[in-house]
């Protein structure tokens, strides 16, 4: 896994990230749900990793259903 | 003169108190004791003490012929396990915390992931309990403990528990586990870590 080219989607709450989640899932598009990198932010939250190439699935897929914060490239 | 200590029969801790209480009256003593597993523990004590430890079985009973270094004192503080071992993750749920079942279903996952990534691994990682489905066929976190599994991490995972919910053909990562082999860990940790 290590070497690929990752970005994470931060969301505003826990269910708004469970409820990304879900869709993703349904839609089977390969994710990662991951505690949010220190470097980005000192919360205890958690964010949804996918690879940097299917970000232009992920953010359609989500469009009008979840709202996020901002997707960070690692 | 040698001082013999029938712990025969003895539940556990008993034979390794009487062991440590011999010690401290003589330098020399023969334990006797009929399970592998009082057998495993008075001995580890006795090397946990620094003292030279013979052992012969006959038939069910083992006896540890128990020879005190010269200069060594038994105190009566010291612990009857090395204070120094390797850390241990016990998980002993699916979930991370009490309280909110989705929620503590991403914490646990979010932990094990972090786990993958943090500079220090524990040596052993214990899982029982609702914990063993973590290790299961179709687990979300079954990547993240192959990944450990690979680095070298032991994965013990408890054989009584994968009967009780029946998913003992399903596991995917980690070795089948008693609870000798659970107990005997715990109790040679230097720290056990727990969630």
Same mark, same amino acid.
């Given at each position: 896994?290590?070497?690929?080219?990752?970005?994470? !989607?931060?969301?505003?709450?826990?269910?708004?990230?469970?409820?990304?989640?879900?869709?993703?899932?349904?839609?089977?598009?390969?994710?990662?749900?991951?505690?949010?990198?220190?470097?980005?932010?000192?919360?205890?939250?958690?964010?949804?990793?996918?690879?940097?190439?299917?970000?232009?699935?992920?953010?359609?897929?989500?469009?009008?259903?979840?709202?996020?914060?901002?997707?960070?490239?690692? | 003169?040698?001082?013999?200590?029938?712990?025969?029969?003895?539940?556990?801790?008993?034979?390794?108190?009487?062991?440590?209480?011999?010690?401290?009256?003589?330098?020399?003593?023969?334990?006797?004791?009929?399970?592998?597993?009082?057998?495993?523990?008075?001995?580890?004590?006795?090397?946990? !003490?620094?003292?030279?430890?013979?052992?012969?079985?006959?038939?069910?009973?083992?006896?540890?012929?128990?020879?005190?270094?010269? @200069?060594?004192?038994?105190?009566?503080?010291?612990?009857?396990?090395?204070?120094?071992?390797?850390?241990?993750?016990?998980? @002993?749920?699916?979930?991370?915390?009490?309280?909110?079942?989705?929620?503590?279903?991403?914490? !646990?996952?979010?932990?094990?992931?972090?786990?993958?990534?943090?500079?220090?691994?524990?040596?052993?990682?214990?899982?029982?309990?609702?914990?063993?489905?973590?290790?299961?066929?179709?687990?979300?976190?079954?990547?993240?403990?192959?990944?450990?599994?690979?680095?070298?991490?032991?994965?013990?995972?408890?054989?009584?528990?994968?009967?009780?919910?029946?998913?003992?053909?399903?596991?995917?990562?980690?070795?089948?586990?008693? !609870?000798?082999?659970?107990?005997?860990?715990?109790?040679?940790?230097?720290?056990?870590?727990?969630?």
């Amino acid at each position: 896994m290590k070497g690929a080219d990752y970005c994470v !989607m931060l969301f505003d709450s826990v269910s708004s990230t469970l409820l990304a989640e879900k869709i993703l899932k349904r839609q089977e598009i390969p994710h990662k749900v991951i505690p949010v990198p220190r470097h980005i932010s000192s919360d205890c939250g958690v964010c949804i990793r996918f690879s940097l190439d299917l970000r232009n699935r992920v953010e359609p897929a989500l469009a009008g259903k979840v709202e996020f914060r901002e997707i960070c490239a690692l | 003169m040698t001082r013999e200590v029938d712990a025969r029969g003895r539940a556990c801790p008993e034979p390794v108190l009487l062991t440590k209480k011999a010690l401290e009256e003589s330098g020399e003593i023969t334990v006797i004791v009929d399970s592998r597993t009082a057998e495993e523990n008075v001995k580890r004590f006795a090397l946990s !003490m620094k003292c030279r430890v013979r052992l012969e079985r006959r038939g069910e009973d083992s006896l540890l012929f128990i020879e005190k270094p010269v @200069s060594a004192e038994v105190s009566p503080e010291a612990p009857p396990y090395p204070a120094s071992g390797p850390i241990v993750l016990v998980i @002993s749920s699916d979930r991370m915390g009490r309280g909110d079942d989705e929620l503590g279903e991403v914490l !646990m996952r979010s932990f094990i992931h972090t786990l993958g990534e943090a500079s220090r691994r524990p040596e052993t990682v214990i899982i029982f309990n609702t914990g063993v489905r973590l290790a299961v066929q179709g687990s979300a976190v079954l990547e993240d403990l192959r990944a450990l599994c690979n680095e070298g991490v032991r994965i013990l995972v408890c054989g009584t528990c994968l009967g009780f919910f029946e998913i003992r053909d399903k596991l995917a990562v980690g070795q089948i586990s008693n !609870m000798y082999d659970i107990t005997e860990t715990m109790l040679g940790a230097g720290k056990i870590v727990q969630i």
